[in-house]
């Protein structure tokens, strides 16, 4: 059974730093992409970052040089490294993993973030 379980969430002041990880049983490079999306109180998910199995990662305009998703292959775990962290960032973060086409997404528990002014 595929399962992401999420870590590292809390309350940060603006300007601070957090790093989420996300920790895939079995082997990452059996996911096609593994990325990351929020989901603030009255919003829809949207995506934060995302990064391909060849390791190409993609991020939301809204985080462009703020955040870094990265993985560590041998321990099967994706991160989110997130800088200068503002209050419209205060979220519930979601792990996400696609496979192949023939099986649906996954998703983590998510973890809340909480950024204060």
């Known amino acids: 059974q595929v399962q992401l379980v999420e870590s590292g969430g809390g309350l940060v002041q603006a300007g601070g730093s957090l790093r989420l990880s996300c920790a895939v049983s079995?082997?990452?490079?059996?996911?096609?992409?593994l990325g990351w999306y929020r989901q603030a109180p009255g919003k829809q998910r949207e995506l934060v970052a995302t990064m391909s199995r060849s390791a190409s990662a993609n991020y939301a305009d809204s985080v462009k040089g703020r955040f870094t998703i990265s993985r560590d292959n041998a321990k099967n775990t994706v991160y989110l490294q997130m800088n200068s962290l503002k209050p419209e960032d205060t979220a519930v973060y979601y792990c996400n993993g696609l496979r192949a086409l023939t099986e649906p997404e996954y998703w983590g528990q998510g973890t809340q973030v909480t950024v204060s002014s």
């Open positions: 079995g082997s990452i490079f059996s996911f096609n992409a």
